[in-house]
């Protein structure tokens, strides 16, 4: 197996920084269109064969040196009994929020095992048609507590902050049992073969760093230790994090995902030596053409100046409309990119 991937992660040395993207089996690729045509993302998920292709697409495509596993952060969260369904152009809908602790309650204890075997099949197909790492992943206790708080996507995560301030017993009930499952959850997709996983605190940019610390890192930390002495790495990742990057740090992962609101030398800065860092090329850059990506991407690669322990990423998903040809020249310029003291 190529693993150029998890050297960088463990901040070894490598022979050329490692690619991968979020979202890279997406609607941007023929073949995922084709493939949702007539089913939901969640439909696709739990069909293993076609999971494990959507996965591998991407390798093959893009000469990425990481394949992620198909699924969705809700897949565990509906296993646990909670009514939803993902709208296209929305997101994950959830249809009775959390308000109260009896709301809590009625999550049910996850069983991976027992619910979600289709994700062990899903893994192991990938592993067999891929020579690169698999990254399994779960959305982070903050993450899906607001889409369960919430009932679906938000711009401002009100509801999410008022009532982890005046609902404190609720949320902290709330925040229990999602680091729990967290835990458990990623924890089986290590048993089931995944090399490294992925934490996608998308959304706890909307959190001051004071209450980061009260009310989100204990319980991310929990999650994180499900993990622990597994021996794969693993990444913390959220957007609009640039007050929380050294707290992400404490909370947990072996390299911390960087999103484009901040300059990737700054954040290297600030992180220090101990932690890989991923990132952090605008998604939006793909759109605007082949020239400005590369240029852009260069941008990055310059500001990181070799570092070890860094994996090209971008600092959000692939966005719809984002041309193949563009990603693959990306990531081709990536490995091209000269590294002072790297393997030969």
């Not at 960088?8 to 991968?20: H, I, L, Q």
């Not at 980061?212 to 204990?218: D, F, I, S």
């Not at 992962?253 to 901040?262: C, F, K, M």
Request: neutral net charge; hydrophobic residues 45%; glycine residues 10%.
């Amino acid at each position: 197996m190529q693993d150029r991937f998890l050297r960088a992660c463990w901040r070894k040395p490598v022979d050329r920084t490692p690619a991968w993207y979020m979202r890279q089996a997406g609607r941007y690729l023929l073949e995922y269109r084709d493939a949702r045509a007539e089913r939901t993302v969640l439909e696709v998920a739990k069909t293993p064969k076609l999971a494990a292709e959507m996965a591998r697409l991407p390798v093959e495509k893009l000469g990425v040196d990481a394949a992620i596993v198909f699924a969705d952060i809700m897949i565990p969260i509906e296993a646990m009994g909670v009514s939803l369904e993902i709208r296209e152009g929305i997101g994950p809908v959830i249809h009775k929020p959390i308000q109260e602790t009896e709301d809590v309650a009625r999550l049910r204890a996850l069983d991976p095992e027992r619910s979600l075997a289709f994700l062990t099949e899903s893994i192991g197909l990938l592993r067999d048609s891929v020579d690169v790492p698999v990254i399994g992943f779960s959305g982070a206790p903050f993450t899906i507590a607001s889409y369960l708080v919430e009932g679906g996507p938000s711009r401002d995560f009100a509801k999410t902050r008022a009532l982890m301030f005046g609902k404190e017993k609720v949320w902290h009930r709330l925040m229990d049992v999602l680091s729990d499952m967290v835990a458990t959850y990623t924890r089986f997709q290590v048993r089931a073969g995944a090399h490294a996983i992925q934490l996608f605190d998308s959304w706890v940019g909307a959190i001051a760093p004071d209450d980061y610390a009260r009310y989100v890192a204990p319980y991310t930390r929990r999650a994180f230790a499900g993990t622990n002495g597994m021996g794969v790495p693993r990444i913390h990742f959220g957007t609009n994090t640039a007050s929380l990057l050294e707290a992400m740090r404490a909370a947990g992962g072996e390299v911390i995902g960087i999103d484009w609101r901040i300059p990737i030398d700054e954040a290297c800065r600030r992180l220090g030596d101990r932690v890989g860092v991923q990132g952090n090329l605008d998604p939006a850059a793909l759109l605007a053409g082949k020239d400005v990506a590369l240029a852009r991407t260069g941008d990055v690669l310059a500001r990181v100046g070799g570092r070890p322990g860094h994996i090209f990423n971008l600092g959000h998903g692939v966005l719809p409309g984002t041309a193949p040809e563009t990603l693959a020249a990306v990531t081709e310029a990536v490995h091209a990119y000269p590294l002072p003291g790297g393997l030969a």
